[in-house]
């Protein structure tokens, strides 16, 4: 069965200090991969996704993602990381239709000043 | 642009009482779903449908039921509260194929 796994339930990293978030998953088949972002309060806001072609994924705010088959992984990335990237990031995967999601349990950034 | 709008944004119930959360969506959206998240936890499926009047069960669908009576809207039912749950409840929609789920802001549930 498809699964997500988010290994660190929680990343604290200094500002301007690069970063990565990890992720892995199951599934027999190509996924569609994704990572969302939730700020206190709020629903999840899409980072960026995955379909099928380049493995380096870029998303928003200078976030980006690399799918690894050979991994199973879909690790998020940022180069500099500022405090208000301080909130949680879901990785999820999609099959079949994309009518349904699967998600990880989530890992909270915490940024140091 | 649109919005997905979830009301109430706040819900106290009591132990046994059953609870009624709506969401709305102006995106003429074909599916939507419900989630459950939990502190600490990812999402996990409640129920979600695929046009008007479809229902389908998610992985969590004990204890809810759900109504889809117009495209634009999806309500969800907790059948029977139980004491000290807490959670957020999260609707999302999206069109078909390819296009991206979009997220309304959540309900927050607390039973005592």
């Known amino acids: 069965a498809q699964s997500v796994t988010q290994p660190d339930a929680r990343v604290t990293v200094s500002e301007g200090a690069s970063l990565q978030l990890r992720c892995k998953y199951s599934?027999?088949?190509?996924?569609?991969l994704f990572w969302y972002v939730q700020y206190p309060r709020q629903g999840l806001q899409l980072l960026l996704k995955?379909?099928?072609?380049?493995?380096v994924v870029q998303g928003v705010n200078g976030f980006e993602a690399e799918f690894s088959k050979s991994n199973s992984s879909f690790h998020l990335r940022k180069a500099s990381v500022h405090w208000s990237d301080w909130a949680v990031y879901f990785c999820a995967v999609s099959i079949g239709d994309n009518n349904r999601i699967f998600f990880g349990d989530g890992t909270q950034l915490v940024v140091k000043p | 642009g649109g919005i997905i709008t979830q009301t109430p944004k706040f819900l106290i119930g009591q132990e046994g009482q059953k609870l009624t959360l709506k969401c709305q969506q102006n995106f003429n959206h074909d599916t939507m779903y419900w989630y459950r998240q939990d502190s600490g936890k990812g999402l996990r499926l409640i129920y979600y449908?695929?046009?008007?009047?479809?229902?389908q069960k998610g992985d969590l669908s004990e204890g809810y039921d759900a109504s889809r009576e117009k495209k634009s809207s999806f309500s969800l039912t907790v059948t029977s509260a139980q004491k000290n749950e807490m959670a957020v409840f999260l609707c999302?929609?999206?069109?078909?194929?390819?296009?991206?789920?979009?997220f309304g802001s959540g309900t927050r549930l607390l039973v005592i």
């Open positions: 999302a929609s999206k069109a078909g194929g390819d296009s991206d789920y979009t």
């Open positions: 449908s695929i046009t008007e009047n479809d229902l």
């Open positions: 995955y379909y099928p072609g380049d493995p």
């Open positions: 599934y027999f088949g190509t996924p569609y």
